[in-house]
C-alpha cells in the first residue's frame, strides 16, 4: 500500500509541475526518484515535510513572476527546476529517508533500545535540518528580491543590486525564518499524529521542530548567503546581477564587471554545500545534546 501510495502521489507530483512548468523533464525525473524514496517511508513526518516544501517553494517561485522577471531577465528559465536544481534540493534527503527506512522501517519507538531511539532522532533532526535549509533558502531568495529597498552584500553590508549573490535584505532574513518554521511545522504535526502515544510515553523526546527549523532554516541561509558572496561570481551585465556566467559567454559580452565573489562553485552546488553543512550542524548540535 505504501509503494501504491509513493507511486501516485510522485506521478501526480512530477505530472503536475510539468503541466506548470515548474520542472523540466530531467526535473521530473529526479523528483521522480526524491518522491519515491521519500513517501515509501512508514514515516510520514518525511512524506509531510517534502510536500511543505515543494507546494510552499513552487507557490513563492511563481509569485509576483513578473515582478521578478523585471529584475532579473532570466527568472522564467530559472523557475523551471532542472534535474540538478532537484537533486541538490531534495538528494541528501532522500538518502537520509533511505537509511531510516532501512534501519527503522516497520518499528515503533516503544520498541526500540535507547541507542536505536537516539539514531531515529537524529536522523528524524537531520532530515528536517535539511529541507528547513532549503526551503528557508527558497523562501529568502523569492521573497527578498521583492523587497522595495536594495540588498546588502553579508561579506561587506555594502548595498548591491537585487539578484546578487550573498545579498541579504530584511525581508529576506525574515522569509527564511519563515520558511524553516514552515517544515519544523508540517514535521510536527506528522509526527504527533502518527507518535502521540510515543510522545506520551516518554519514547520520542518532545522536540519543538517548528522552532528548531526556523532556527537551522535561518542558519544555513546565511551559510548560503556566505558562500554565494565568496565563491560564487556575481557580474553586473545591463546594470542588472547576473551570475553562473561561463568564460565563454564572460568574453562575449561588453562591460561585465565583477559584483562579488569568485567564479568557483555555480548556484547549484552553493545550494548543495549550504544545506548538506546545515544538516551537519543539526546532527553535531543533537549529538552534544543526547
Given at each position: 500500500m505504501r509503494v501504491l501510495f509513493a507511486i501516485v502521489l510522485t506521478s501526480y507530483l512530477c505530472f503536475n509541475s510539468l503541466r506548470k512548468r515548474s520542472l523540466s523533464r530531467s526535473g521530473a525525473a529526479a523528483a521522480a526518484f526524491v518522491g519515491l524514496s521519500t513517501a515509501s517511508n512508514d514515516n510520514l513526518m518525511f512524506t509531510a515535510?517534502?510536500?511543505?516544501?515543494?507546494?510552499?517553494?513552487?507557490?513563492?517561485?511563481?509569485?509576483?513572476?513578473?515582478?521578478?522577471?523585471?529584475?532579473?531577465?532570466?527568472?522564467?528559465?530559472?523557475?523551471?527546476?532542472?534535474?540538478?536544481?532537484?537533486?541538490?534540493?531534495?538528494?541528501?534527503?532522500s538518502l537520509i529517508s533511505l537509511v531510516y527506512q532501512y534501519n527503522f522501517d516497520g518499528c515503533r519507538p516503544e520498541d526500540l533500545t535507547t541507542d536505536?531511539?537516539?539514531?531515529?532522532?537524529?536522523?528524524?533532526?537531520?532530515?528536517?535540518?535539511?529541507?528547513?535549509?532549503?526551503?528557508?533558502?527558497?523562501?529568502?531568495?523569492?521573497?527578498?528580491?521583492?523587497?522595495?529597498?536594495?540588498p546588502i552584500l553579508v561579506t561587506t553590508l555594502k548595498p548591491v543590486p537585487p539578484g546578487t549573490n550573498g545579498a541579504i535584505s530584511k525581508l529576506g532574513i525574515l522569509s527564511s525564518f519563515a520558511g524553516g518554521a514552515a517544515v519544523g511545522l508540517a514535521a510536527d504535526i506528522a509526527l504527533w499524529i502518527q507518535y502521540f502515544a510515543a510522545y506520551r510515553s516518554g519514547a520520542m523526546p518532545k522536540i519543538p521542530y517548528n522552532m528548531l527549523g526556523s532556527l537551522l532554516g535561518t542558519l544555513g541561509s546565511l551559510i548560503d548567503s556566505m558562500l554565494g558572496a565568496t565563491v560564487q561570481a556575481s557580474y553586473l551585465v545591463n546594470k542588472q546581477a547576473v551570475s553562473d556566467l561561463s568564460e565563454d559567454e564572460l568574453r562575449n559580452m561588453d562591460g561585465v564587471q565583477i559584483i562579488a565573489g569568485k567564479n568557483i562553485l555555480s548556484n547549484n552546488m552553493v545550494n548543495f554545500f549550504s544545506s548538506a553543512a546545515t544538516t551537519a550542524v543539526a546532527v553535531c548540535i543533537l549529538k552534544m545534546l543526547i
Open positions: 515535510v517534502l510536500i511543505a516544501f515543494f507546494v510552499s517553494s513552487t507557490f513563492w517561485t511563481k509569485y509576483q513572476a513578473s515582478a521578478k522577471q523585471k529584475i532579473d531577465p532570466s527568472y522564467t528559465k530559472a523557475s523551471e527546476r532542472d534535474w540538478k536544481q532537484v537533486l541538490c534540493n531534495g538528494g541528501v534527503g536505536q531511539r537516539r539514531l531515529m532522532v537524529l536522523l528524524i533532526w537531520a532530515y528536517i535540518g535539511f529541507y528547513s535549509c532549503c526551503a528557508a533558502d527558497t523562501w529568502a531568495s523569492e521573497l527578498g528580491t521583492l523587497s522595495s529597498n536594495w
